[in-house]
């Protein structure tokens, strides 16, 4: 009986066929495959943070650019209007938006017609969830712009404006900003102190979706992103904490002096030095 060559039939592993040693095979052992996977770990970790960096750096971009753009619009708005700016504090009547959660009240806002696209309301790192992640600053007709015709003493009277004629330097006054309301939406406008005799003295707090700045508008359309120096900012910020009083604080020095860029009168100036 002729006996059958087993050794061409034998093509993947010959040597393992023979009793022989696995490391004659051409796939990975064991522990060859374990480095492989520990490396492929370690690369993962050390690339984690570049790519998350990458990521917050496109939302900020994002967020910048749709600041950009509800800036174009409320600065249209005026010309349309004998140059009245829109009531940008949240109204069922006459504001920018109207009140509540939603995307209803934005829908139905004045401000909408200019800019028909709900995306740009909303800030992908906002972490309330609120729909509208950005407010407008209260000394341009918004919470209590007006207050101090009425109620002079009024500690939060903003002497501010509804007219788009009445800002010195468009270029330098603030309009809006990112805010964080845990209170299921932006209810108010953006506000601050504006008496020199409470200098140094916030209200509302800057909100950071972004590290540790945040990104603003002004009247001009210019959009810039704002890294604060002073712990107290930062803290105020990390703790939501409201009516923080910091003597010194050149962060509020900064902001306050685009918070209100109109014409002076009595204890509230246009500039605030240190």
Same mark, same amino acid.
């Given at each position: ?37 520990? +490396? &492929?770990?370690?690369?993962?970790? #050390? *690339? ?5 960096? !990458? @990521? ?110 009445? +800002? &010195?330097?468009?270029?330098?006054? #603030? *309009? ?5 309301? !845990? @209170? ?91």
């Amino acid at each position: 009986m002729t006996s059958l060559d087993h050794s061409k039939y034998v093509k993947a592993c010959p040597t393992a066929m023979r009793g022989r040693s696995l490391r004659g095979c051409s796939g990975f052992s064991l522990i060859e495959l374990l480095v492989s996977i520990s +490396i &492929i770990t370690m690369l993962i970790a #050390l *690339l984690q943070p570049t790519l998350h960096g !990458a @990521r917050e750096q496109a939302r900020r971009r994002y967020c910048e650019n749709s600041l950009r753009q509800l800036a174009i619009a409320w600065t249209v708005f005026p010309t349309d209007h004998n140059q009245e700016l829109v009531n940008s504090l949240p109204d069922d009547t006459d504001g920018w938006v109207k009140r509540g959660a939603g995307w209803t009240p934005i829908e139905q806002g004045k401000l909408y017609p200019y800019v028909r696209t709900t995306g740009v309301w909303h800030c992908p790192s906002d972490p309330t969830g609120n729909e509208r992640s950005y407010s407008i600053a209260a000394p341009l007709h918004g919470e209590r712009w007006d207050r101090h015709l009425s109620n002079p003493n009024d500690s939060w009277a903003q002497f501010g404006t509804d007219n788009f004629d009445e +800002i &010195i330097i468009p270029s330098s006054q #603030l *309009l809006a900003l990112e805010e964080l309301d !845990a @209170r299921g939406w932006n209810i108010g406008s953006w506000i601050m102190y504006v008496r020199d005799a409470q200098k140094y003295s916030w209200i509302d707090y800057m909100a950071q979706f972004h590290s540790r700045g945040t990104t603003l508008s002004f009247a001009d359309g210019h959009v810039q992103f704002e890294y604060w120096q002073d712990k107290d900012t930062n803290f105020a910020s990390k703790n939501e904490l409201f009516f923080l009083t910091d003597p010194g604080n050149e962060d509020w020095l900064k902001v306050r002096n685009w918070y209100r860029n109109l014409q002076s009168t009595g204890d509230v100036k246009q500039t605030v030095a240190p």
